[in-house]
């Protein structure tokens, strides 16, 4: 899968790896609006013993225009894509594998 240059990784931000609960942090910027969005969601339990292969969703209303943008991440705290929830105009489906 070839997105471009992947993203810098700044020292001392070690993610904790393979614990089945945990806290992740997700940061991206808002669809609507490029305001930088962080939001610490719990994961745990099932999904997260297959692996960090996995790749969830969640929807994360936007904290400065209200837009809910769609997140496709693993658990391991890393973001697959961004996308508009209640975007008007179809979009592609990321591939999931
Ligand atoms: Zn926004």
């Not at 997260?48 to 693993?74: D, I």
Request: aromatic content about 2%; some cysteine.
């Amino acid at each position: 899968m070839d997105c471009g240059s992947p993203p810098s990784k700044p020292e001392g931000q070690i993610k904790a790896m393979m614990e089945l609960k945990k806290e992740v942090t997700l940061d991206f910027d808002c669809c609507e609006c490029d305001h930088p969005v962080g939001v610490t969601l719990r994961c745990e339990g099932k999904g997260l013993g297959a692996g960090l292969r996995t790749v969830a969703a969640v929807n994360v209303p936007c904290p400065t225009c209200g837009a809910v943008n769609r997140l496709l991440f693993e658990p391991s705290g890393r973001v697959h894509a961004v996308t508009p929830c209640t975007s008007l105009r179809p979009l592609p489906e990321p591939s999931l594998n």
